[in-house]
Protein backbone atom coordinates (compact mmCIF):
# COMPACT_ATOMS: atom_id res chain seq x y z
CA UNK A 1 0.00 0.00 0.00
CA UNK A 2 3.14 2.35 0.29
CA UNK A 3 2.84 5.44 -2.15
CA UNK A 4 -0.65 3.49 -3.79
CA UNK A 5 -2.63 6.70 -5.33
CA UNK A 6 -5.68 7.35 -3.12
CA UNK A 7 -8.72 5.43 -5.46
CA UNK A 8 -12.75 5.26 -4.72
CA UNK A 9 -11.86 2.38 -2.77
CA UNK A 10 -9.95 3.92 -0.25
CA UNK A 11 -12.68 5.80 1.42
CA UNK A 12 -13.80 2.33 2.60
CA UNK A 13 -10.62 1.59 3.81
CA UNK A 14 -10.09 1.97 7.50
CA UNK A 15 -6.40 1.52 8.11
CA UNK A 16 -5.67 1.60 12.39
CA UNK A 17 -2.04 1.48 13.33
CA UNK A 18 -1.28 -0.64 15.96
CA UNK A 19 1.85 -0.64 17.70
CA UNK A 20 4.47 -3.53 19.66
CA UNK A 21 3.75 -4.88 22.76
CA UNK A 22 7.45 -3.83 23.99
CA UNK A 23 5.88 -0.76 24.25
CA UNK A 24 3.45 -1.46 26.91
CA UNK A 25 4.06 -1.85 30.48
CA UNK A 26 1.67 -4.46 32.68
CA UNK A 27 1.44 -3.98 36.42
CA UNK A 28 -0.70 -4.74 39.12
CA UNK A 29 -2.43 -3.13 42.28
CA UNK A 30 -5.05 -4.76 44.49
CA UNK A 31 -7.69 -7.11 44.05
CA UNK A 32 -10.76 -6.14 43.62
CA UNK A 33 -13.75 -8.09 45.21
CA UNK A 34 -16.18 -9.66 42.51
CA UNK A 35 -18.86 -8.30 43.09
CA UNK A 36 -21.30 -11.51 41.90
CA UNK A 37 -20.23 -14.50 43.17
CA UNK A 38 -22.95 -16.94 40.96
CA UNK A 39 -25.04 -16.72 37.86
CA UNK A 40 -27.92 -16.15 40.25
CA UNK A 41 -26.32 -12.65 42.26
CA UNK A 42 -25.36 -11.70 38.93
CA UNK A 43 -29.29 -11.96 37.34
CA UNK A 44 -30.72 -10.39 41.09
CA UNK A 45 -28.67 -7.70 40.30
CA UNK A 46 -29.63 -7.19 36.79
CA UNK A 47 -33.73 -8.06 38.00
CA UNK A 48 -33.11 -5.17 41.03
CA UNK A 49 -31.07 -2.69 38.68
CA UNK A 50 -33.72 -2.77 35.77
CA UNK A 51 -36.09 -2.44 38.23
CA UNK A 52 -34.91 0.80 39.71
CA UNK A 53 -32.88 2.15 36.35
CA UNK A 54 -34.42 0.39 33.01
CA UNK A 55 -32.21 -0.80 30.56
CA UNK A 56 -28.30 -1.64 31.53
CA UNK A 57 -26.30 0.11 29.19
CA UNK A 58 -22.82 -1.52 28.63
CA UNK A 59 -19.65 -0.25 26.73
CA UNK A 60 -16.42 -2.33 26.06
CA UNK A 61 -13.22 -1.89 23.97
CA UNK A 62 -11.35 -3.71 21.53
CA UNK A 63 -7.46 -2.79 22.35
CA UNK A 64 -4.86 -3.90 20.06
CA UNK A 65 -1.26 -4.50 19.97
CA UNK A 66 1.45 -5.97 17.78
CA UNK A 67 3.32 -9.30 18.36
CA UNK A 68 5.50 -11.27 16.27
CA UNK A 69 4.03 -8.89 13.39
CA UNK A 70 0.52 -10.33 14.22
CA UNK A 71 -2.44 -8.32 15.89
CA UNK A 72 -3.03 -9.44 19.16
CA UNK A 73 -6.36 -8.46 21.52
CA UNK A 74 -6.02 -7.45 25.23
CA UNK A 75 -8.53 -9.81 27.32
CA UNK A 76 -9.06 -9.69 30.88
CA UNK A 77 -9.15 -12.66 32.06
CA UNK A 78 -11.46 -12.97 35.57
CA UNK A 79 -10.27 -15.05 38.67
CA UNK A 80 -9.17 -17.41 36.02
CA UNK A 81 -12.54 -18.44 35.11
CA UNK A 82 -13.71 -16.55 32.51
CA UNK A 83 -12.55 -13.67 29.83
CA UNK A 84 -14.15 -10.44 28.59
CA UNK A 85 -13.46 -6.97 27.48
CA UNK A 86 -12.28 -4.24 29.53
CA UNK A 87 -15.19 -1.92 30.15
CA UNK A 88 -18.79 -2.22 32.00
CA UNK A 89 -21.80 -0.52 32.67
CA UNK A 90 -22.65 3.58 32.38
CA UNK A 91 -24.27 5.68 34.93
CA UNK A 92 -27.39 7.17 34.06
CA UNK A 93 -27.24 9.97 31.26
CA UNK A 94 -23.69 8.82 30.57
CA UNK A 95 -22.13 9.41 27.25
CA UNK A 96 -21.06 6.25 25.72
CA UNK A 97 -17.32 7.29 25.28
CA UNK A 98 -17.06 9.24 28.63
CA UNK A 99 -18.33 6.18 30.02
CA UNK A 100 -15.90 3.78 28.56
CA UNK A 101 -12.57 5.99 29.78
CA UNK A 102 -14.01 6.34 32.71
CA UNK A 103 -14.47 2.28 32.76
CA UNK A 104 -11.03 2.24 31.12
CA UNK A 105 -9.69 4.38 33.84
CA UNK A 106 -11.11 2.35 36.58
CA UNK A 107 -10.28 -1.14 35.40
CA UNK A 108 -6.67 -0.50 33.78
CA UNK A 109 -4.72 2.74 35.43
CA UNK A 110 -3.93 3.16 38.74
CA UNK A 111 -6.19 4.18 41.45
CA UNK A 112 -6.87 7.85 41.72
CA UNK A 113 -9.64 9.95 41.81
CA UNK A 114 -9.26 11.32 37.88
CA UNK A 115 -10.13 9.62 34.35
CA UNK A 116 -7.13 8.71 32.52
CA UNK A 117 -7.64 10.61 29.09
CA UNK A 118 -5.34 9.25 27.23
CA UNK A 119 -7.88 6.74 26.13
CA UNK A 120 -8.60 7.43 21.79
CA UNK A 121 -12.68 5.90 21.69
CA UNK A 122 -12.68 4.77 18.03
CA UNK A 123 -15.58 2.98 15.93
CA UNK A 124 -18.11 1.35 16.95
CA UNK A 125 -17.47 -2.52 16.33
CA UNK A 126 -21.33 -4.26 17.09
CA UNK A 127 -24.45 -3.90 19.42
CA UNK A 128 -25.96 -6.47 21.26
CA UNK A 129 -29.05 -6.92 22.87
CA UNK A 130 -30.59 -9.15 25.97
CA UNK A 131 -34.16 -9.44 25.17
CA UNK A 132 -34.80 -10.62 28.51
CA UNK A 133 -32.83 -11.31 31.96
CA UNK A 134 -32.36 -14.84 31.38
CA UNK A 135 -31.41 -14.93 27.57
CA UNK A 136 -28.43 -15.05 25.60
CA UNK A 137 -27.23 -11.43 24.01
CA UNK A 138 -28.42 -11.02 20.01
CA UNK A 139 -26.75 -8.46 17.50
CA UNK A 140 -30.02 -7.15 17.00
CA UNK A 141 -33.28 -6.49 18.60
CA UNK A 142 -35.29 -8.89 18.01
CA UNK A 143 -39.34 -8.63 16.83
CA UNK A 144 -41.38 -8.14 19.58
CA UNK A 145 -38.97 -7.11 22.00
CA UNK A 146 -40.53 -3.78 23.67
CA UNK A 147 -37.61 -3.49 26.65
CA UNK A 148 -34.54 -5.36 26.32
CA UNK A 149 -32.71 -5.74 29.31
CA UNK A 150 -29.67 -5.05 28.29
CA UNK A 151 -27.72 -3.23 25.09
CA UNK A 152 -23.95 -3.68 24.85
CA UNK A 153 -21.76 -1.54 22.42
CA UNK A 154 -18.08 -2.10 21.39
CA UNK A 155 -15.94 -0.01 20.65
CA UNK A 156 -12.12 0.38 18.85
CA UNK A 157 -9.96 2.32 21.42
CA UNK A 158 -6.81 2.82 19.43
CA UNK A 159 -3.69 2.98 21.63
CA UNK A 160 -0.50 5.05 21.39
CA UNK A 161 3.03 3.74 20.66
CA UNK A 162 3.37 3.62 25.04
CA UNK A 163 1.04 2.67 28.02
CA UNK A 164 0.89 1.41 31.30
CA UNK A 165 -2.27 -1.11 32.36
CA UNK A 166 -2.63 -1.93 35.85
CA UNK A 167 -4.67 -4.14 36.74
CA UNK A 168 -5.83 -5.68 40.16
CA UNK A 169 -4.15 -8.71 41.41
CA UNK A 170 -6.84 -11.25 41.22
CA UNK A 171 -7.20 -10.45 37.36
CA UNK A 172 -4.77 -10.80 34.56
CA UNK A 173 -4.53 -8.66 31.10
CA UNK A 174 -3.91 -11.21 28.44
CA UNK A 175 -2.39 -10.32 24.86
CA UNK A 176 -4.25 -13.31 22.48
CA UNK A 177 -3.73 -13.71 19.06
CA UNK A 178 -6.37 -12.76 16.64
CA UNK A 179 -6.26 -15.97 14.84
CA UNK A 180 -6.82 -17.81 18.21
CA UNK A 181 -9.92 -15.57 19.70
CA UNK A 182 -11.49 -16.15 15.93
CA UNK A 183 -14.20 -18.41 16.23
CA UNK A 184 -13.50 -19.88 20.05
CA UNK A 185 -16.79 -18.99 21.35
CA UNK A 186 -15.75 -22.14 23.68
CA UNK A 187 -13.14 -20.71 25.46
CA UNK A 188 -14.04 -16.97 25.08
CA UNK A 189 -17.15 -16.52 24.93
CA UNK A 190 -19.98 -15.08 22.37
CA UNK A 191 -18.75 -11.50 22.29
CA UNK A 192 -14.69 -12.00 22.21
CA UNK A 193 -15.03 -15.06 19.91
CA UNK A 194 -16.77 -12.40 17.30
CA UNK A 195 -14.29 -9.63 17.39
CA UNK A 196 -12.35 -11.11 14.27
CA UNK A 197 -14.88 -10.79 11.84
CA UNK A 198 -16.00 -7.28 13.48
CA UNK A 199 -12.34 -6.18 12.98
CA UNK A 200 -12.02 -7.72 9.14
CA UNK A 201 -13.00 -4.43 7.93
CA UNK A 202 -10.23 -2.48 8.61
CA UNK A 203 -6.88 -3.06 7.98
CA UNK A 204 -4.13 -3.10 10.37
CA UNK A 205 -0.50 -0.92 9.58
CA UNK A 206 2.11 -2.90 12.07
CA UNK A 207 4.83 -0.93 10.33
CA UNK A 208 5.29 2.04 12.74
CA UNK A 209 8.98 1.48 13.79
CA UNK B 1 -33.78 10.20 18.71
CA UNK B 2 -36.53 12.56 17.02
CA UNK B 3 -35.37 16.12 17.23
CA UNK B 4 -31.95 15.10 19.69
CA UNK B 5 -29.42 16.99 20.41
CA UNK B 6 -26.28 15.73 18.16
CA UNK B 7 -23.79 14.67 20.84
CA UNK B 8 -20.39 12.98 20.91
CA UNK B 9 -22.01 9.76 20.38
CA UNK B 10 -23.62 10.35 17.26
CA UNK B 11 -20.01 11.07 15.53
CA UNK B 12 -20.18 7.00 16.21
CA UNK B 13 -23.86 5.76 14.60
CA UNK B 14 -24.53 4.92 11.42
CA UNK B 15 -28.02 5.29 10.53
CA UNK B 16 -29.14 3.26 7.46
CA UNK B 17 -32.76 3.68 6.00
CA UNK B 18 -34.17 0.67 4.71
CA UNK B 19 -37.17 0.70 2.48
CA UNK B 20 -40.96 -1.36 2.79
CA UNK B 21 -40.51 -4.85 0.26
CA UNK B 22 -43.59 -3.70 -1.37
CA UNK B 23 -41.48 -0.63 -3.45
CA UNK B 24 -39.58 -3.63 -5.03
CA UNK B 25 -40.55 -5.95 -8.26
CA UNK B 26 -39.10 -9.19 -8.23
CA UNK B 27 -39.03 -10.53 -11.95
CA UNK B 28 -37.40 -13.32 -13.81
CA UNK B 29 -35.07 -13.75 -16.54
CA UNK B 30 -33.48 -16.72 -18.78
CA UNK B 31 -31.61 -19.45 -16.69
CA UNK B 32 -27.72 -19.40 -16.29
CA UNK B 33 -26.28 -22.36 -16.41
CA UNK B 34 -24.27 -22.99 -13.71
CA UNK B 35 -20.39 -22.94 -14.38
CA UNK B 36 -19.13 -25.56 -12.09
CA UNK B 37 -20.99 -28.63 -11.24
CA UNK B 38 -19.25 -29.91 -8.62
CA UNK B 39 -17.02 -28.87 -5.45
CA UNK B 40 -14.06 -30.36 -7.86
CA UNK B 41 -14.93 -28.48 -11.02
CA UNK B 42 -15.02 -25.35 -8.36
CA UNK B 43 -11.42 -26.08 -6.79
CA UNK B 44 -9.78 -27.04 -10.60
CA UNK B 45 -11.44 -23.34 -11.94
CA UNK B 46 -10.41 -22.06 -9.04
CA UNK B 47 -6.51 -23.16 -8.97
CA UNK B 48 -6.22 -22.29 -13.08
CA UNK B 49 -7.34 -19.27 -12.41
CA UNK B 50 -4.64 -18.71 -9.42
CA UNK B 51 -2.05 -19.93 -11.80
CA UNK B 52 -2.59 -17.49 -14.49
CA UNK B 53 -4.32 -14.17 -12.42
CA UNK B 54 -3.21 -14.45 -9.17
CA UNK B 55 -5.30 -14.46 -6.01
CA UNK B 56 -8.86 -14.22 -6.60
CA UNK B 57 -10.61 -11.04 -5.11
CA UNK B 58 -14.30 -11.16 -5.22
CA UNK B 59 -17.26 -8.73 -3.63
CA UNK B 60 -20.89 -9.05 -2.45
CA UNK B 61 -23.75 -6.95 -1.64
CA UNK B 62 -25.83 -7.18 1.59
CA UNK B 63 -28.63 -5.38 0.85
CA UNK B 64 -31.68 -5.00 3.39
CA UNK B 65 -35.36 -4.41 3.00
CA UNK B 66 -38.26 -3.62 5.85
CA UNK B 67 -41.20 -6.16 6.34
CA UNK B 68 -43.19 -5.94 9.35
CA UNK B 69 -40.67 -3.45 10.58
CA UNK B 70 -38.16 -6.01 10.74
CA UNK B 71 -34.78 -5.46 8.28
CA UNK B 72 -34.78 -8.90 6.08
CA UNK B 73 -31.83 -9.44 3.96
CA UNK B 74 -31.72 -10.33 0.44
CA UNK B 75 -29.80 -13.82 -0.37
CA UNK B 76 -29.61 -15.42 -3.14
CA UNK B 77 -30.78 -19.48 -3.75
CA UNK B 78 -28.67 -21.46 -6.18
CA UNK B 79 -30.09 -24.47 -7.83
CA UNK B 80 -32.22 -24.98 -5.00
CA UNK B 81 -28.70 -26.12 -2.60
CA UNK B 82 -27.03 -23.35 -1.47
CA UNK B 83 -27.64 -19.67 -0.58
CA UNK B 84 -25.07 -17.14 -1.22
CA UNK B 85 -24.99 -13.00 -1.53
CA UNK B 86 -25.34 -11.56 -4.64
CA UNK B 87 -21.70 -10.77 -5.99
CA UNK B 88 -19.03 -12.09 -7.55
CA UNK B 89 -15.06 -11.66 -8.86
CA UNK B 90 -13.15 -8.75 -9.94
CA UNK B 91 -11.75 -8.24 -12.99
CA UNK B 92 -8.05 -7.63 -13.53
CA UNK B 93 -7.75 -4.09 -12.09
CA UNK B 94 -11.34 -3.52 -11.50
CA UNK B 95 -12.06 -1.34 -8.62
CA UNK B 96 -14.52 -2.75 -6.07
CA UNK B 97 -16.72 -0.63 -6.39
CA UNK B 98 -17.01 -0.28 -9.84
CA UNK B 99 -16.35 -4.29 -9.99
CA UNK B 100 -20.08 -4.95 -7.32
CA UNK B 101 -21.91 -2.36 -9.59
CA UNK B 102 -20.72 -4.75 -12.63
CA UNK B 103 -22.06 -8.03 -10.88
CA UNK B 104 -25.14 -6.94 -9.16
CA UNK B 105 -26.20 -4.98 -12.61
CA UNK B 106 -25.33 -8.87 -14.35
CA UNK B 107 -27.16 -10.78 -11.54
CA UNK B 108 -30.09 -8.80 -10.76
CA UNK B 109 -31.06 -6.64 -13.72
CA UNK B 110 -32.34 -7.29 -16.88
CA UNK B 111 -29.81 -8.16 -19.40
CA UNK B 112 -28.29 -5.23 -21.26
CA UNK B 113 -25.02 -3.96 -22.21
CA UNK B 114 -24.26 -1.54 -19.49
CA UNK B 115 -24.33 -1.09 -16.37
CA UNK B 116 -27.28 -0.22 -14.15
CA UNK B 117 -25.46 2.35 -11.64
CA UNK B 118 -28.14 2.60 -9.63
CA UNK B 119 -26.53 0.96 -6.42
CA UNK B 120 -25.10 3.13 -3.59
CA UNK B 121 -21.91 0.82 -2.57
CA UNK B 122 -21.41 1.68 1.02
CA UNK B 123 -19.68 0.35 4.25
CA UNK B 124 -17.22 -2.68 3.66
CA UNK B 125 -18.63 -4.62 6.24
CA UNK B 126 -15.61 -7.34 6.30
CA UNK B 127 -12.99 -8.85 4.34
CA UNK B 128 -12.29 -12.90 4.26
CA UNK B 129 -9.02 -14.45 3.59
CA UNK B 130 -8.71 -17.91 2.39
CA UNK B 131 -5.24 -19.23 2.88
CA UNK B 132 -4.96 -22.30 0.64
CA UNK B 133 -7.32 -23.79 -2.29
CA UNK B 134 -9.21 -26.08 0.06
CA UNK B 135 -9.30 -24.69 3.06
CA UNK B 136 -12.38 -22.09 4.17
CA UNK B 137 -12.38 -18.39 4.76
CA UNK B 138 -11.05 -16.44 7.80
CA UNK B 139 -11.78 -13.12 8.69
CA UNK B 140 -7.99 -12.54 9.00
CA UNK B 141 -5.00 -13.37 6.87
CA UNK B 142 -3.21 -16.16 9.10
CA UNK B 143 0.48 -15.61 10.28
CA UNK B 144 2.84 -16.73 7.65
CA UNK B 145 0.41 -17.03 4.92
CA UNK B 146 2.28 -15.22 2.23
CA UNK B 147 0.06 -16.13 -0.86
CA UNK B 148 -3.64 -16.35 -0.11
CA UNK B 149 -5.68 -17.85 -2.91
CA UNK B 150 -8.93 -15.42 -2.54
CA UNK B 151 -10.13 -12.26 -0.93
CA UNK B 152 -13.76 -11.40 -0.13
CA UNK B 153 -15.55 -8.56 0.46
CA UNK B 154 -18.75 -7.65 1.90
CA UNK B 155 -20.12 -4.11 1.23
CA UNK B 156 -23.78 -2.36 2.46
CA UNK B 157 -25.37 -1.49 -0.79
CA UNK B 158 -28.36 1.22 -0.06
CA UNK B 159 -31.08 0.34 -1.60
CA UNK B 160 -33.53 3.55 -3.25
CA UNK B 161 -37.27 3.34 -2.40
CA UNK B 162 -37.76 1.72 -5.30
CA UNK B 163 -36.01 -1.08 -7.59
CA UNK B 164 -36.40 -4.05 -9.73
CA UNK B 165 -34.46 -7.33 -9.22
CA UNK B 166 -34.38 -9.27 -12.39
CA UNK B 167 -32.88 -12.99 -11.66
CA UNK B 168 -32.54 -15.79 -13.35
CA UNK B 169 -35.24 -18.45 -13.70
CA UNK B 170 -32.97 -20.93 -11.95
CA UNK B 171 -32.04 -18.69 -9.26
CA UNK B 172 -34.32 -17.09 -6.52
CA UNK B 173 -33.71 -13.95 -4.54
CA UNK B 174 -34.80 -14.68 -1.05
CA UNK B 175 -35.86 -12.27 1.49
CA UNK B 176 -34.99 -13.57 5.18
CA UNK B 177 -35.34 -11.65 8.48
CA UNK B 178 -31.89 -11.07 10.43
CA UNK B 179 -32.95 -12.96 13.00
CA UNK B 180 -33.68 -16.39 10.92
CA UNK B 181 -29.80 -15.73 8.84
CA UNK B 182 -28.08 -14.64 12.67
CA UNK B 183 -26.02 -17.85 13.79
CA UNK B 184 -27.48 -20.47 11.08
CA UNK B 185 -24.49 -21.57 9.74
CA UNK B 186 -25.99 -24.94 8.72
CA UNK B 187 -28.16 -23.12 6.47
CA UNK B 188 -26.98 -19.89 5.41
CA UNK B 189 -22.89 -20.95 5.42
CA UNK B 190 -20.35 -19.13 7.35
CA UNK B 191 -20.27 -15.38 5.44
CA UNK B 192 -23.89 -15.36 5.55
CA UNK B 193 -24.71 -16.11 8.80
CA UNK B 194 -21.88 -14.14 10.44
CA UNK B 195 -23.92 -10.61 8.75
CA UNK B 196 -26.24 -9.86 11.35
CA UNK B 197 -23.51 -9.70 13.96
CA UNK B 198 -21.18 -7.03 11.15
CA UNK B 199 -24.77 -4.83 10.61
CA UNK B 200 -25.18 -4.90 14.50
CA UNK B 201 -22.90 -1.46 14.63
CA UNK B 202 -25.67 0.22 12.50
CA UNK B 203 -29.15 0.97 13.54
CA UNK B 204 -32.12 1.14 10.90
CA UNK B 205 -34.30 4.09 10.42
CA UNK B 206 -37.60 1.99 8.73
CA UNK B 207 -40.26 5.37 9.52
CA UNK B 208 -39.58 6.68 5.86
CA UNK B 209 -43.29 6.82 4.86
Redesign the interface.
Known amino acids: MDNQIV ?3 DI ?3 VVNIYPLRGYYFGSKDAVLPKHHTYFDQLQKLKSNYSTNGMRVCVEAVMLVEL ?4 HLLVLQMRNSFFKLPGGRLRLGE ?4 GLKRKLSNKLSYNGNGVDDNWEVG ?6 WRPDFETSL ?3 L ?2 HVKSPKECLKL ?1 LVKLPMNKSFIVPKNQKLLVV ?3 QV ?1 DNFKTYGQIVS ?1 V ?6 FSFNMNNL
Do not use: A, M, Y
Not at 95 to 98: A, K, L, V
Not at 123 to 128: A, I, M, R
Open positions: DEDNSCLKQPSEIEECLGTWCPFPPFPIFHEPSLLSR
